[in-house]
């Protein structure tokens, strides 16, 4: 069986051996819309649980927006505008206006970048401008979750009249899903913060995973901390299948932040839900390519969306061209100097939160479960040791080692493109996953 994998820029092409029962899981989304500046302009004027947003913004003085940055596929250029020239005809002024991009703990993005993300004529036009999570004095302190969370958020975001953010939902490795509240924090919040929801406390956590923000802990903290930096109206869309920077527009959620988001949680989920009769045996599947396997930090959510759908102690494959290495010089440092997922969960449990240790930490507790092993030709031969799994020179070698010890007949689960699939094994049966 031959399989046309998403890696790199250029694809990877696999020979699978015969013998086994093999499910490729392929994507799925939504028709796009035919329209798709119509439909926000739509959603604009008729939100759910929200006055129109004109309406809404009539009588204040000042509007913040929260927008995604560079390493996020948000449809910016199309969705700003018509949200811009509503506030402007209710009456707040262009330079009363500020755009900030959502960076969370990612650098600031680039003059050039904002272009991009923004368009030409925004960016030459409006106050765009980046959140630093490093920088405390920079935010306002709004009190502490019911959990305890001090929660720090954007002073120019806090101070402004009007909250707005604008965001995609795409499933979320700890989230459930992105978009809304994700825009708040993370996106604008301090690392100190961004720390304690990014810690253990969370992160272990079974019901912080992909496809669900039923009872997810992570998802009611945000919530909480949106509520607390006054979100006043969200603006999401779902996204089709495309070339990285042009995916196109299936549906727009706008309104009022809660319903908004969980109507839109609820078409994706509808459209990209694959779900199986059972646990398989082995999983075969990537980070869906290029820009999204560029580094080791990144592969990693293509692990953690097969975890769910594998039996304990199968086997886990993944394919990522990691052209970039391994991601964060934090990063890199953990992963070299972690001699197991246990240890390093071990490690972490009760130490201060460093930052990107949750992506690893999500890794180690799928690494409990599964045997996990690896084609990333680009990850330095230093980091093959680190791994908590076995890396190989040859996708071909790879695919052996993996199929080798099992049975015949066994079921292997193939997913081309790993996490844009949200695949789940159906209710009542046993799953696996971080735990």
């Known amino acids: ?15 699978l051996p015969s013998g086994f029962r093999y499910r490729v899981l392929q994507p799925r989304s939504a028709q796009p819309l035919a329209e798709p500046v119509a439909a926000v302009e739509a959603a604009l004027d008729a939100p759910t649980g929200a006055a ?70 925004i960016a030459g036009s409006y106050r765009v401008v980046n959140h630093d999570a490093r920088t405390l004095a920079e935010h306002r302190h709004l009190g502490a979750t019911q959990s305890g969370t001090s929660v720090y958020i954007d002073e120019r975001f806090v101070s402004a009249d009007l909250h707005i953010t604008l965001g995609f939902i795409e499933p979320h490795l700890m989230l459930g899903y992105s978009g809304g509240r994700k825009l708040i924090a993370p996106g604008l919040a301090a690392q100190e913060t961004i720390k304690v929801l990014h810690s253990p406390k969370f992160m272990r956590d079974a019901r912080a995973a992909e496809g669900s923000i039923e009872d997810n802990p992570l998802h009611r903290e945000l919530l909480e901390i949106a509520r607390m930096a006054r ?7 779902a996204l089709g299948r495309g070339m990285p920077g042009d995916r196109p527009i299936c549906g727009v959620f706008a309104g009022e932040p809660v319903s908004a988001h969980r109507r839109g949680v609820e078409f994706v989920s509808q459209v990209m839900l694959e779900t199986i009769e059972k646990p398989v045996d082995a999983v075969i599947t990537t980070c869906a390519g290029h820009p999204l396997d560029l580094t080791f930090y990144q592969a ?10 594998v039996k304990p102690g199968g ?9 970039e290495g391994t991601g964060a010089a934090e990063f890199s440092h953990m992963l070299k100097e972690s001699p197991s997922g246990e240890e390093f969960l071990t490690r972490i449990a009760n130490a201060p939160v460093t930052i990107d240790q949750w992506q690893l930490e999500k890794l180690a507790l799928v690494a409990r479960n599964a045997d996990v092993l690896y084609y990333v030709p680009g990850l330095p031969r230093e980091y093959h040791a680190a791994l908590w799994g076995r890396a190989f020179a040859t996708a071909a070698g790879a695919v052996e080692a993996m199929t080798a010890p099992l049975n015949p007949g ?14 789940k094994v159906e209710q009542g049966c046993q799953e696996v996953g971080v735990s």
């Open 1 to 15: 069986m031959r399989v046309d994998f998403a890696f790199g820029k250029t694809g990877l092409i696999v020979d």
């Open 52 to 121: 129109p947003l004109p309406q809404l913004a009539r009588g204040r003085q000042s509007a913040a927006i929260s927008i995604c940055d560079i390493t996020r596929p948000a449809p910016n250029r199309l969705v700003l505008p018509p949200v811009l020239r509503r506030l402007e005809q209710a009456g707040i002024p262009r330079e009363r206006i500020t755009i900030l991009i959502a960076t969370g703990l990612h650098r600031p993005a680039t003059a050039a970048e904002i272009r991009e993300i923004c368009g030409d004529a």
């Open 231 to 237: 979100h006043d109206f969200m603006v999401d869309v």
């Open 300 to 309: 990693i959510k293509g692990i953690t969306a097969a975890a769910h759908i």
């Open 315 to 323: 086997k886990i494959l993944l394919l990522a061209a990691c052209e």
């Open 410 to 423: 066994a079921e292997i689960a193939v997913i081309p493109e790993g996490p844009y699939v949200l695949a």
